[in-house]
């Protein structure tokens, strides 16, 4: 048994409050969801914009495998729209439960009946697919709904769709609903909203009951509570129904970064499969566990789904564990530098950030390059920057013993504060920046940030580093922590000289 994934990303994901895409993204979405392995996307709503229609044109342009869809009302000028763009199919909706036809749309029953078989034959006539869905189908009369799709079906729809648009079923209704769909004698498809947290269950239930098409989004985005999510239907169906699909899995992970960076919906850290919690393991216990066999506490790979496994130090973490993890990681770490690491895990811990071992990574290299003996320390350090401001950056700094305070100004607060550190130390070294790399180690806006800088005194180049929660502290201690390199070797050079 095989289930079809048809995605809404780009059109009820994108009717997320707050989310609206360019063209160029949703063309890097939809080529994307198509490489995964995605049998339908609808790539939008025709009839919105010039804008939505140019963006459907350039995906349908790009002659992907997966069937490009749009959405469609039950109105001549939708079809048309959606021709226009040349799609190959239509989702074409038309609502069925009372309350939208008498609410909304101030309609009988027949006259929506009337409308829906005018566009299906208008759109069919016209060489396009048609699946005819019905929305809030599960707050609808049953007898009616089944009664308008087959008619629907009579008049050349070749897949129906029944919404669930306000999330109201369970998983048991779930079932019951779809398998009397299922009678029809067409694919049918499941369209669930996430209202009350039952989206997937749902999705699950009525592909079981013999719906054969699920609708989706990626990371379940989409209006008030969202959808389902489709990382979590392709992946639940796999795992535990043993149903395939066409998704290649591998994909998952990054496809739900991609879709959270383009629309700003970023995830809650324990979203399943896709979260960045999803593999991670407090040291303790569960952590010991999973070093000896990862099956203990997870019930799929990380690699599966294209993630990656982390273990997390909190506040609570022993001495112990930090130092079997550095040892694993292959760095020989002394008594004083280990006890800077452990200070610093501490007190990350009191600022409510968890360290994962790439961040232990980090801080115990960054341990290890930082000299015990420092001829130049920072003492203060002031930042003005904003918008119409000039990012002017102050230093007090220690430069062998002296006490030096000079001011710099640069195009952001970064590049003002390394202007002031070398004019601070302009007398025992002439420093150039050579590269400056920035990289957020886990992600997030409270990432930990790791800075890597070369600078240059005459021939000598050295590398530094600074890994903290703070990108202006990073770059500065990275800075500063180069200066050290080049004071030292100078002073050693001088020593040398002498003898
Ligand atoms: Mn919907």
Do not use: W
Request: glycine letters at 8%.
């Amino acid at each position: 048994m095989e289930t079809k994934i048809f995605d809404t990303t780009l059109r009820d994901g994108e009717q997320t409050p707050g989310v609206s895409l360019t063209l160029d993204q949703k063309l890097r979405i939809a080529s994307k969801l198509d490489e995964m392995g995605v049998n339908i996307i609808e790539a939008g709503s025709a009839i919105t914009s010039k804008g939505e229609r140019d963006g459907i044109k350039k995906i349908v342009s790009e002659d992907l495998k997966a069937e490009i869809c749009s959405f469609a009302r039950a109105v001549k000028g939708d079809v048309d729209a959606a021709l226009e763009c040349g799609v190959i199919s239509v989702h074409l909706v038309v609502p069925t439960s009372d309350l939208h036809i008498e609410h909304k749309l101030n309609k009988t029953r027949e006259e929506v009946k009337k409308t829906a078989m005018e566009a299906i034959e208008y759109a069919t006539d016209h060489g396009l697919i048609v699946e005819f869905s019905a929305e809030d189908a599960t707050r609808s009369d049953y007898d009616f709904l089944k009664q308008i799709l087959s008619e629907g079906i009579d008049m050349g729809a070749k897949r129906i769709c029944a919404c669930d648009t306000v999330g109201m079923l369970t998983p048991e209704r779930s079932y019951k609903f779809y398998k009397g769909l299922t009678e029809l004698g067409v694919p049918v498809s499941v369209h669930f909203h996430n209202d009350f947290g039952l989206a997937v269950a749902n999705t699950l239930s009525g592909l079981r009951a013999g719906a054969s098409q699920a609708h989706v989004t990626v990371n379940g985005i989409g209006e008030r509570a969202g959808n389902a999510s489709l990382e979590e239907v392709v992946i639940s169906l796999s795992s535990l129904y043993n149903i395939k699909t066409d998704i290649n899995f591998k994909m998952l992970y990054e496809m739900s970064k991609t879709v959270a960076r383009t629309t700003g919906i970023y995830l809650q850290p324990n979203k399943a499969i896709v979260g960045e919690n999803a593999f991670a393991h407090e040291s303790g216990i569960h952590a010991d566990g999973v070093i000896k066999n990862a099956k203990t506490y997870e019930p799929i790979t990380p690699e599966l789904v294209g993630h990656r496994r982390r273990f997390v130090m909190g506040k609570h973490v022993g001495s112990h564990i930090i130092r079997k993890r550095i040892k694993e990681m292959g760095l020989k770490v002394d008594d004083v530098r280990f006890e800077q690491i452990f200070k610093r895990i501490k007190a990350l811990g009191d600022m409510g950030k968890c360290v994962t071992d790439v961040d232990l990574q980090a801080i115990a290299e960054d341990a290890l390059d930082v000299l015990a003996e420092k001829p130049v320390e920072l003492e203060e350090l002031t930042i003005v920057s904003g918008n119409k401001v000039t990012p002017t950056a102050s230093v007090k700094i220690n430069v062998e013993g002296m006490e030096k305070i000079e001011a710099g100004v640069g195009v952001g607060p970064v590049d003002a504060a390394i202007v002031a550190i070398r004019k601070s130390v302009k007398d025992i070294a002439d420093i150039q920046l050579e590269e400056y790399h920035v990289d957020a180690i886990t992600g997030g806006t409270d990432a930990l940030i790791d800075v890597v800088v070369k600078l240059k005194n005459g021939d000598n180049i050295v590398s530094s580093r600074s890994t903290q929660p703070d990108i202006i502290m990073a770059s500065v201690e990275a800075v500063l922590g180069g200066v050290n390199k080049i004071v030292s070797d100078k002073m050693i050079n001088e020593s040398e000289n002498k003898e």
